[in-house]
């Protein structure tokens, strides 16, 4: 199999010769995306929805410490944009706001073997969803 993360072929079962590198959505480690950004973590299904600005459609998205990478193509919503997502983790959803701090355009993408998309930063969110979040970015990605 072709695997996302490394770059490389290997067994979907064997663990990537490479080590991942930064910027590159967990989302696409033998784990599965879905419509939205939905990968599996743990046993807990999760998905992003951006409600604004429409028609950006995200194709895997990484949680990290200050918020979120969402792989996209371009044309990205300017920096500092807002944007209005609703997040679906354990059951729950939570709408929140977050802002776009970085983008990372295919070109820059290639050089660094990750995807292109853009980094968003959550803005002050709910104690409960930052819980779960710290949880999700702790919990190894499975297929379904």
Do not use: K, Y
């Not at 998205?61 to 300017?78: A, M, Q, T, W």
């Amino acid at each position: 199999m072709h695997c996302e993360l490394c770059l490389s072929e290997h067994a979907a079962d064997a663990r990537c010769p490479h080590p991942p590198h930064r910027h590159r959505p967990s989302s696409h480690h033998h784990g599965t995306t879905q419509p939205h950004g939905q990968v599996h973590l743990s046993s807990n299904p999760w998905n992003l929805r951006v409600h604004r600005p429409q028609g950006l459609h995200t194709h895997g998205v990484d949680i990290d410490r200050g918020g979120l990478f969402l792989s996209c193509e371009e044309p990205f919503p300017p920096l500092f944009t807002r944007l209005e997502l609703t997040l679906h983790l354990a059951g729950e959803d939570f709408s929140c706001t977050g802002e776009v701090v970085r983008h990372v355009d295919a070109a820059h993408a290639r050089t660094w073997g990750s995807t292109s998309g853009i980094g968003v930063q959550l803005l002050p969110a709910p104690p409960r969803l930052r819980e779960l979040l710290s949880r999700a970015r702790a919990a190894p990605l499975t297929s379904p």
